[in-house]
């Protein structure tokens, strides 16, 4: 981070805009997927069970992340700050935004970074429904296909 911009913060319009979409996007996943499990029990097909559990793991994980972006948006400057002061002992040198991770990262003078503001249980869950959303859709791709040949 260069030495004129020691604060540096995420974009409030893409946080807006990431929060809309996952604020849209969570439900209708949702829904998609409980119907799709109905519809998936009533045919006894297991294909179509695949596509709605990947269809509500994608639900989950989009969910867990626009709660981690509502931190970012609900906490202002001074929160930010005094959380970093309280993780560094009031040696901050900069800060360090990140969407992926999602992170308010306190930086230290001896190159350690502090994140803040989003819960830590956040990330590690995230990374573990991204892998199991992931590998649900590709067996449901998997079957698909089987099913169709």
């Known amino acids: 981070m260069p030495a004129d911009q020691?604060?540096?913060?995420?974009?409030?319009?893409?946080i807006l805009l990431m929060l809309l979409i996952g604020l849209l996007a969570t439900p209708g996943l949702i829904f998609y997927g409980v119907r799709g499990l109905l519809r998936a029990k009533a045919a006894a097909s297991r294909a179509a069970a695949l596509v709605a559990a990947?269809?509500?793991?994608?639900?989950?994980?989009?969910?867990?992340?626009?709660?981690?972006?509502?931190?970012?948006f609900m906490a202002d400057d001074y929160?930010?700050?005094?959380?970093?002061?309280?993780?560094?002992?009031?040696?901050?040198?900069?800060y360090s935004p990140s969407f992926v991770p999602l992170r308010f990262g306190c930086?230290?003078?001896?190159?350690?970074?502090?994140?803040?503001?989003?819960?830590?249980?956040?990330?590690p869950v995230l990374a573990v429904l991204v892998v199991c959303a992931v590998m649900l859709t590709?067996?449901?791709?998997?079957?698909?296909?089987e099913r169709t040949t």
């Open 6 to 14: 020691p604060f540096a913060r995420h974009d409030g319009t893409v």
């Open 54 to 72: 990947s269809a509500l793991a994608w639900a989950m994980t989009i969910g867990l992340y626009v709660w981690g972006l509502l931190y970012l």
């Open 79 to 94: 929160s930010e700050a005094r959380a970093c002061d309280a993780a560094l002992d009031g040696r901050v040198v900069g």
């Open 107 to 123: 930086l230290g003078p001896d190159g350690r970074t502090a994140s803040v503001v989003v819960p830590s249980y956040v990330n």
């Open 138 to 145: 590709v067996f449901a791709i998997v079957r698909s296909k």
